[in-house]
């Protein structure tokens, strides 16, 4: 995967202080995290505006099972 | 043309990484425009899961009848909706609807792509050894 630079923040990050959160990616910045989903979103927008915005739930550290 | 993904290493506390197989994917509800997540694929689930805050963000229908849903994390409830999801990678565009589960509970989980609706899209090969999960897709005339 190339050419997409909110993808490789995924990747690169550790996400230690957001696990279990919405973290909200735009232009390789992690702009806004919260416990909602579309409040975290909408706040990424402001910081954002008509930029592309990645929203990713990072994992808790625990194992999952579903 | 088979689309790669490296896995995503998570560290937890104790220092275990644990092995993610998620891909990036675009998704929307009826209307609303496209949005960039990550999810993570689960050949375990029978179907793809969101939790209810995701599916406010996207403008699902989630007003629908209520049921129960089991996992090995217990019994929950959910609703029946359905999203778009668009993979997308150099030339290859691929755009479908899928039945997804909305988790009405508050819920630890991230959004998970199940089998319905996605697996049957591709040929799915999860190489852990190598860290990463491989989606060839298989056209509709070539299904057995």
């Not at chain 2, 909706?81 to 691929?94: G, P, V």
């Not at chain 2, 999860?126 to 897709?137: G, P």
Request: hydrophobic content about 35%; aromatic content about 10%.
């Amino acid at each position: 995967m190339s050419g997409n630079s909110n993808y490789e923040v995924f990747m690169k990050e550790g996400f230690g202080k957001y696990k279990g959160k919405w973290i909200a990616i735009c232009e390789k910045n992690i702009v806004s995290s919260g416990e909602n989903a579309k409040e975290t979103f909408e706040k990424a927008q402001g910081i954002c505006p008509g930029k592309k915005i990645m929203i990713v739930k990072i994992p808790e550290e625990h194992t999952m099972i579903y | 043309m088979a689309i790669s993904y490296r896995y995503k290493n998570i560290k937890r506390e104790d220092g275990v990484e644990r092995k993610l197989p998620y891909i990036p994917i675009n998704v929307r509800g009826s209307g609303s425009s496209w949005i960039e997540t990550m999810a993570l694929v689960d050949s375990g689930a029978d179907v793809s899961v969101i939790p209810k805050d995701f599916a406010e963000l996207l403008g699902l229908d989630i007003g629908g009848k209520r049921e129960k849903a089991n996992g090995l994390g217990g019994e929950v409830e959910v609703v029946n909706s359905f999203m778009q999801i668009n993979i997308r990678y150099k030339h290859e565009s691929y755009t479908f609807s899928i039945p997804v589960q909305v988790i009405m509970e508050k819920t630890r989980i991230p959004v998970i792509l199940g089998r319905d609706g996605f697996f049957d899209k591709f040929i799915i090969e999860f190489d852990h050894y190598a860290e990463r999960i491989k989606l060839k897709n298989v056209p509709t005339g070539n299904r057995i």
